[in-house]
């Protein structure tokens, strides 16, 4: 024999069977030679064994953990790097809202010159982008205040993109009801002195009457920002202050500026301090003392699943005779007029005013504390919670439709 011959290389010479060398037999040939059965070595008998009973395991493991998950989609189980099936005490895997086990999407790089882009990397930015902005705001509608405030301390950035995202969304309404409310402190404030009907709400103890403003999830305080400039030149130029703020918001042409010492001082407050506007807090807690304010704005910010302990604060901080005006997407109401979200204020101690369903996409709601205290029903607003968050019975939680 030639060396380096290799069966199989000399193909002119001999002739391999595919999958083997030459002259391989089937299975059952090798097994049977002569009417003899050809003896399967032990160690092969067990592995085959072995492989089938590993193989029958892993089919009634994920059987049983598909009886035990139900709908894949509504419940992911929790992973850890050793096991990939978390279990409690009890030994049983932990089921959980898909919203709160889902990672959030990559983010949109940053600094990047847009105009440099093809049309089609510009789609799948602003689809990235899009992403982003929907799963950072079920986080806000999905959790407590309290984890709200924990997520943006420890990734801020998330704040910022969220309110990217949310100027995009601006843009398409009709009107932002900031606006709204911006404009209706200017009238008001400028039309009346405080405390006068139809005036702004002021302090009582205060020389000045000052309206004090509490703006609880202020965002980007575009509220502080835009009444303080106002507010700035009415001092020097009243009647020019005033026809410039017209032609920016409109309005109506017959407000004059008859209050000429009009004291507005806005605290905003947030989760995070985007300009010095902004104070941190998570607004269930904010750093005033009570009864030191005469109006609260809660404007598109009833956000998570504790927002009546929101409320609870504004009573604190309101003093008597303050109005609470809240703002809120129609389609978290569970009822067309707002009549349940109306009664439920009611009962933390707030009387009613007028509801506003003008707006095709926005209800306006308007409370404020009477001078004297009213019984609260604090315990059938206890019950209600301990059968579901208010997000379950009073205002939906508003999410975004994956696209």
């Not at 492989?51 to 395991?57: N, R, V």
């Not at 009457?209 to 303080?228: F, I, N, Y």
């Not at 106002?230 to 004059?256: I, P, Q, W």
Request: one cysteine or more; hydrophobic letters at 30%.
């Amino acid at each position: 024999m030639p060396l380096f011959s290799v069966k199989g290389w000399g193909l002119d010479k001999e002739k391999v069977a595919p999958g083997g060398s030459k002259g391989s037999k089937s299975k059952k040939q090798k097994k049977q030679k002569n009417g003899e059965v050809k003896e399967v070595s032990d160690s092969s008998k067990k592995h085959k064994m072995a492989d089938s009973e590993h193989g029958h395991d892993n089919r009634r493991h994920k059987k049983q953990r598909e009886s035990k998950n139900g709908q894949k989609r509504e419940y992911t189980v929790k992973k850890s790097s050793k096991d990939k099936s978390t279990s409690n005490a009890e030994g049983k895997p932990e089921e959980i809202k898909s919203h709160q086990e889902e990672v959030a999407p990559p983010k949109a790089p940053m600094n990047m010159d847009v105009s440099k882009l093809t049309p089609l990397q510009k789609k799948m930015l602003n689809k990235l982008s899009g992403s982003r902005f929907r799963w950072i705001n079920e986080q806000f509608y999905t959790t407590d205040s309290d984890k709200a405030f924990d997520i943006i301390k420890k990734q801020p950035d998330l704040f910022e993109e969220y309110h990217q995202g949310f100027r995009s969304q601006v843009e398409s309404w009709p009107e932002n009801p900031v606006d709204l409310y911006i404009k209706r402190l200017v009238f008001r404030g400028v039309s009346k002195p405080a405390n006068s009907p139809g005036g702004l709400p002021g302090l009582r103890n205060d020389k000045k009457r000052s309206v004090v403003v509490a703006d609880m999830g202020c965002g980007e305080a575009e509220l502080a920002t835009q009444v303080e400039k106002f507010l700035e030149f009415y001092r020097k130029d009243h009647k020019k202050a005033l026809k410039v703020f017209k032609k920016k918001y409109g309005g109506d042409k017959f407000v004059s500026a008859r209050n000429k010492r009009l004291e507005i001082k806005v605290h905003s407050f947030d989760l995070d301090k985007v300009n010095d506007n902004v104070t941190v807090a998570d607004i269930k807690n904010v750093p005033m003392d009570d009864e030191s304010c005469t109006v609260v704005i809660f404007c598109l910010s009833l956000m998570g699943t504790n927002f009546l302990d929101f409320i609870k604060e504004a009573y604190r901080i309101l003093a008597p005779g303050g109005e609470l005006w809240i703002a809120e997407i129609q389609s978290r109401l569970t009822d067309s007029t707002g009549e349940e979200f109306s009664s439920t204020i009611k009962k933390l101690g707030f009387r009613h005013k007028q509801t506003d369903t003008s707006n095709k996409m926005f209800t306006r709601f308007d409370f404020f504390k009477p001078l004297k205290p009213e019984r609260l029903d604090v315990q059938n607003i206890q019950s209600l919670r301990e059968s579901g968050s208010e997000g379950q019975w009073l205002l939906k939680p508003c999410i975004y439709k994956r696209r």
